[in-house]
């Protein structure tokens, strides 16, 4: 069914990314889960096809996109079945916008071009082990030592963190300040005293979701990106892109899981018939199919809206919160109709429902969203 | 700890009787001192027969082994029990099906000749012998009668042909439990038994890579013309379901079972972690999402804990029904999966950590709602009483 | 009919016991020979005393009286088998709460004086005499303590001024068990109880059009400077609270009995219907939706039948927790609340007609999860003890 | 939040017909209650409001809208809260579009000028006790007897059934045949034979449901619409337009009904806070609103694809069970936060949430959707 709300050169860019997929990342499967993920080369090819950093302005040699690239990348990441198994990976473009809109031209001279071609990946140390949704309460900090900052902490829970070259770290520069304390400070990942290493986690089995700590890290004060104290800001002017771009994951996936399904129920025999022939089996794909049709309208408005400069915090929070709990109510129905062959980690499927749940728990949990979506309520007559 | 509808519940007499708690008792001390240490051992590399030997000396295998040969005699409920302690570890999200094998061992209690059962005993009591049942076939699938491995009678032996999956301790099993058709025009009524030393030429199999369960051990079988003497035949020939059919309720209810102890774990755990986890400066249990979460667990927990212990007395009573076993495996396992799926929601990004018991007990909790009868079996069998 | 776990139950012992089983019959005898008749009459005009009286004949009003003033002097579980009874009669959803009074009975069974039981006891028996208690006001809700109706002393008489509103039985009522302050500095210390006695000059009520129940009788009282001598306490000045709060589990408990008696009658007649109803030539039940959905909603009956079996053991036994009758009360309302949902989509636009029970029976459920302690409230009551 | 698919013609409807039902129909609803259901001086005012026969062109005096209007009045409509008590009332334009479409002109010329004024309402008198989502056993026959049709049958559940001046009656012309036997047929309701009253329902206390019975009544045969046998086509030609006016109604209603709640919980004391202030209850109305919000964008885009003949069965099928459902699921919230409140019938959310109901259940019951939407999945690879 036709979708509102992307030209043509958005529909394009959509093949690409899928064709790119399909080409270079479903027969790769096996060779990224013996090396543990996913490897550069796989970055430098993402970069020939022209996938990353879609938003870099022409004068960096980007294409100057608007963010709905993004979004239709992240959909069709989502939409790979085995990234499920690899994880987030192309999702840094988050990063690239923080450069793009706050970095200085130094800065933008030195890392966007690596960005555009594969070589430099990146990764935004924010999360620490006690503070999860609470950022204001990171611990870490970056002490202005003459023209240096020496940056100690423990950051968790980072994507791409052990694998990525650049590292925005969130710390405190004012320790004594909560959230007006913090600010983001580039550091290259190979700056002595880093030290890093993934974490086992349900999902992504071959993700880089890492665990990094900063030991007297010492870097120049030209790192800072943009002021001291601007982090809270800086991390709010990525809010709605975020959202955008997980919601186009959780649609991506949960298409992809519905092909899936439909594909084995159809082939499948029990007693004689196919299971595509149960009513049950039909009505629970229905839903599916229902549930998914809803979810790509809303995002498909939010994006539209996003380009009006339109939409809204509540709407970026109702956005996640749907989508991620769509996500889930569908792999879990269709894990349900792929019976025990739905539970062997060879199958795509049993990889995909087990890397869903994080949806609904990460970049701000259900939760979180909800009291996001009440303020707005509190405000209303 | 809270006072809740603990594991066995505090206020209300336990449905399984002393003995049966002491068992219990041992079950759960061998899990926490024997299991629980090493499980990040067997996450990355599978368990070992050291654990199954361990568990031997606790006492806790072949419960049902009548004493005259070694065994402890104990009533067939005993595997319910371990069921609920298996579900009740943490560790036991990992390990799998694991102990819970006395649906084997009670086939050859009820249908073993001396021969077999002396050759066997011994070893299922040392946990020197690890059993599997191998039934079900890639497809065949609800349908037992439909599968297609053969044996195959040649002068004093059985040649076997065929393979089975999905079968619980299928890569590692010493004495597989091979459910073949020795009379393959006959359907459901020429189906046998036929028990197959692991080691006997012609037997190979794989481990399955599962959903949870990463120390477990899911495996295909594959017999390519494995020959064992007559005398391995279990019970009488084309019997086999006739065996079957009286153990499909206890196997439903070990799961359901299993279910309950880890709902129950679970939520103990959450408990604990809401009251020590600060979030803006408040203890999460102090969010009012918070407690209206627990108090929907615990409801339900304590519900399907009452609803346990009464068809438990219907088992003993006898008059347990498979429609009884059908609603049961519906509506428990998904009592296991509602609490599990709260519970990481509440751990947030440490739920999501295989470090944390609670992700992996989450990601093991799926299967249950798919195995020994997926939910939507239990329907189609009960709406048939509707028509 | 189905064999499923019917009221009571086929295959398990009622907890209820003999006594309490043969109560049932006349109740279930009562609903069918005398209410269902004159449902449509009930819906459009309200019930009358007439159908008051006849319970009355039946034997079925005040049954915890004592044998000393004429009553049965049954136990207090009689009102739970009453409110299974009133749930599982179509009709019931038509009469709202109607006779499950002997809350108010026993406040007098327990507190009266000699005096006060001979006045009204006979009258109760009878049907003469209809009971309301008239605790809640508009600005109070969950919290008791806060009610603003007033009692003060003036030489032998209380004069009474307030209101209060969502009172059962509140248009009707003979007698009205008016909850006081007769202390108001010292909220839940200064509460009473005075009989008031219906016709008293000053009384005033509006019944109250209910989503449900539209035989029922919810009424508003005004007290405008109403005047009763002070022999009309109840129990002791002041000890309301005291007097109340054994009684809340009770009261909770009946809500719950009668969730489930409203569950299973409208799954049984949705069963009926299934098998009946023809729709592209083949009957509603072949279709595999319909037979899960009678599944899914058989085998959660089964589980809140079994539940609440546990519950009344306990309450023999004296053993049933506050956190109990909470967490039944948040579960088994929904129970019932979810099986009416699907009952009324099997049904169709049938189920929409009032003219069919079904239809009453959905409407009159949703209530359930709200009156005697909402949903919510009962979490936030759990939720304290995880903290 | 602004809404994506509406000119500033379909709002200035919008802002007519809110204005309309809060000046005509919420302060009259005593009235209508004394009077058992809306009168015709309702209709008439509506329709100098220029409310009725937005599709009528501008030949016979009509404005020759596109059918968005009528969703519009649809959803305003849903939003007003009496609308719980009196039923679907305005909502006939179904039975205009067929006369519109299919009717011939001297039919048109008859009817179109009193529909635009209010002076006619209409009624499609389909559904049978015995044939409710199966249209095609009806029993109701129409046998030609010289120039005249003589009409048979029972009819039942028929929207504004009891007091519609005109009935399209669905009989069979030959009842030999099932689908391809059966006509629509015009009987001013006052004709002899025609008996009818209104049954009393769960919600819509006094809305007009009504049941109806054709004792041998007799007309010419040039009341019939279209040819002989075209009864399906005619019907299959409203099923979008229908479903679209369906989901307009749900989420109409389960806006009002937020609003209610959000002003009652903010406004309610408990333990000496808001019920708003209540965790619980934000959360609770976060849900509600992020369902709203979701179902607004999923009916929007289905109005801009059925403007462009882009909207398929499937999403038709999909639209009117996912906003049916939403709405019970929103109204069901809202009634648990009135608490007691809620329950009785002096306040609109008591009303509002039985009359809810029957949402999943006519116009095809929430499975017949479901088999809807499995034969378009059927039909995918």
């Given amino acids: 069914m036709a979708r509102i709300g992307y030209s043509d050169e958005h529909e394009q860019f959509r093949r690409t990314a899928r064709a790119f997929f399909d080409r270079e990342h479903e027969p790769q499967l096996k060779k990224f889960e013996a090396a543990g993920g996913i490897d550069k080369d796989f970055w430098r090819r993402a970069g020939q096809a022209g996938l990353l950093g879609a938003c870099i302005p022409e004068e960096y040699g980007g294409a100057g996109g608007d963010f709905t ?76 030592d003459g023209d240096d900052y020496v940056i100690s902490g423990e950051k968790y829970f980072i994507s791409n ?60 004060v030209s790192n800072l990106i943009g002021r001291e104290g601007m982090a809270m800001k800086i991390l709010m002017d990525t809010f709605l892109e975020d959202r955008l771009q997980i919601a186009g994951r959780c649609l991506g996936a949960a298409s992809a899981a519905l092909d899936l399904t439909l594909a084995y129920v159809k082939s499948r025999m029990v007693s004689g018939q196919r299971v595509f022939d149960f009513q049950n089996t039909q009505f629970v794909l229905a839903e599916c199919r229902t549930d998914i049709a809803v979810t790509e309208s809303f995002l498909d408005s939010c994006v539209v809206k996003f380009r009006d400069k339109a939409l809204s915090f509540d709407e970026g929070a109702m956005l996640k919160l749907w989508a991620t709990e769509m996500e889930g109510r569908v792999l879990d129905k269709c894990v349900q109709l792929f019976g025990g062959a739905g539970l062997m980690d060879e199958n795509p499927i049993s990889r995909m429902y087990t890397a869903a749940r994080i949806q609904r728990v990460y970049a701000g949990t259900s939760e979180l969203q909800k009291v996001a979506i009440a303020k707005g309520l509190e405000a209303l007559a | 700890m809270l006072q809740t509808a603990s594991l066995p519940a505090g206020d209300v007499e ?35 027969r050291a654990i199954w030997r361990k568990a031997g000396e606790y006492g806790i295998l072949g419960a049902t082994i009548p004493e005259e040969y070694g065994g402890a005699g104990a009533h067939r409920m005993a595997i319910m029990v371990a069921a609920e302690e298996l579900g009740y570890a943490p560790s036991g999200a990992t390990m799998g099906s694991f102990i819970g094998t006395d649906i084997c061992t009670n086939f050859l209690v009820d249908h073993g000749t001396e021969e077999q059962k002396k050759a066997w005993f011994p070893g299922i009591l040392t946990g020197d012998v690890i059993q599997a049942m191998a039934l079900t076939e890639p497809e065949s699938g609800s349908d037992a009668t439909s599968i297609r491995t053969t044996a195959v009678r040649d002068g004093d032996d059985y040649v076997i042909n065929g393979s089975k999956c999905f079968i619980s301790n299928g890569s590692k099993a010493d004495l597989i439990y091979a459910i073949v058709k020795t009379d393959p025009a006959a359907k459901g009524r020429g189906m046998s038994v036929i028990l197959v030393p692991g080691d006997t030429p012609g037997v190979t199999r794989r481990r399955m890579i599962t959903q949870g369960y990463k120390g477990g051990d899911t495996g295909e079988i594959f017999f390519d013309n494995v020959r064992v003497p007559v005398s391995n035949l279990l019970g009488e020939e084309n ?28 939520f103990e755990l959450t408990v604990e972690h809401c009251r020590n986890r600060k979030i803006f400066g408040q203890r999460l249990v102090d969010f009012q999402n918070t407690q209206f979460m627990l108090a929907q667990m615990e409801t339900e927990i304590s519900v399907g804990r009452a609803y346990l212990d009464n068809l438990i007395r219907k088992m003993w009573a006898g008059t347990l029904t498979d429609a ?41 909790a799926r299967v249950q709602r798919i195995f020994a009868g997926a939910t939507e079996l239990m329907k189609s069998l009960l709406g048939r009483r509707y028509l």
């Fill in chain 1, 69 to 144: 690239f993004n979004v239709i990348l992240a959909e069709e990441l989502g939409r790979t079945p085995g990234s499920a198994t690899t994880g987030s990976s192309l999702m840094a473009d988050i990063a690239t916008y923080i450069l793009v809109l706050h970095g200085d031209d130094a800065q933008k001279q030195r890392y966007l071009p690596g960005i555009l071609a594969g070589e430099i990946s990146q990764a935004m140390p924010l999360t620490e082990p006690d503070a999860g949704s609470d950022a204001t309460a990171i611990k870490t900090t970056a002490i202005r």
């Fill in chain 1, 161 to 220: 963190g052990a694998g990525a070259d650049v590292l925005y770290v969130v710390a405190k520069t004012d320790p004594s300040q909560r959230g007006r304390g913090m600010s983001v400070i580039i550091v290259d990942a190979d700056t002595p005293g880093v030290a890093r290493h993934k974490i086992p986690m349900m999902g992504w089995a071959h993700g880089d979701t890492g665990a990094l700590s900063f030991d007297d890290v010492r870097v120049p």
């Fill in chain 2, 14 to 48: 336990s449905p399984y009787g002393e003995e049966l708690e002491m068992y219990r008792e041992t079950v759960r001390a061998f899990f926490r001192r024997e299991v629980e240490p090493r499980v990040r051992e067997f996450e990355e590399h599978g368990s070992d």
């Fill in chain 2, 239 to 266: 019997k086999a379901m006739a065996m079957f059919i009286p153990t499909i309720g206890l196997d439903r209810m070990q799961i359901v079972a299993r279910s309950v102890g880890a709902a129950q774990a679970a």
């Fill in chain 2, 324 to 364: 009884d076993s059908s609603m049961a495996k519906i509506w428990l396992c998904e009592l296991e999966f509602r609490t599990l799926d709260s519970c990481v929601q509440l751990w947030g990004g440490n739920g999501w950590m295989d470090e944390n018991p609670i992700s992996r007990m989450f990601t093991a």
